[in-house]
Nanobody, 113 residues
Framework: VQLVESGGGLVQPGGSLRLSCAAS????????MSWYRQAPGKQRELVAA???????NYADSVKGRFTISRDNAKNTVYLQMNSLKPEDTAVYYC????????WGQGAQVTVSS
């Protein structure tokens, strides 16, 4: 099983980024897919999750700014991040959970002027 994130980078406050996570080696449509993030010196936290049926939930800190979505035909989950703030700076990890728990390698997102 592999989860490969892409789309991270440096963006100015107020800007947007879209993260992608391409999955392989798993029955993607069955998995709950999530995005977590970890800032320096802080614990990893859940940002957003989407169930196999498409139900979503978000951390309070990103509600109204971030959108999680999935394309089961492409085995890919996305995180659209708008109105980015410096406090969104972190390494963002893709996670897939069903009978097993899998993690991607992480993508750095830096929000700075």
């Amino acid at each position: 099983v592999q989860l490969v994130e892409s789309g991270g980078g440096l963006v100015q406050p107020g800007g947007s980024l879209r993260l992608s996570c391409a999955a392989s080696g798993m029955t993607f449509r069955l998995y709950i897919m999530s995005w977590y993030r970890q800032a320096p010196g802080k614990q990893r936290e859940l940002v957003a999750a989407i169930s196999s049926g498409g139900n979503t939930n978000y951390a309070d800190s990103v509600k109204g700014r971030f959108t999680i979505s999935r394309d089961n035909a492409k085995n890919t989950v996305y995180l659209q991040m708008n109105s980015l703030k410096p406090e969104d700076t972190a390494v963002y990890y893709c996670n897939g959970y069903w009978t097993s728990n899998y993690w991607g390698q992480g993508a750095q997102v830096t929000v700075s002027s």
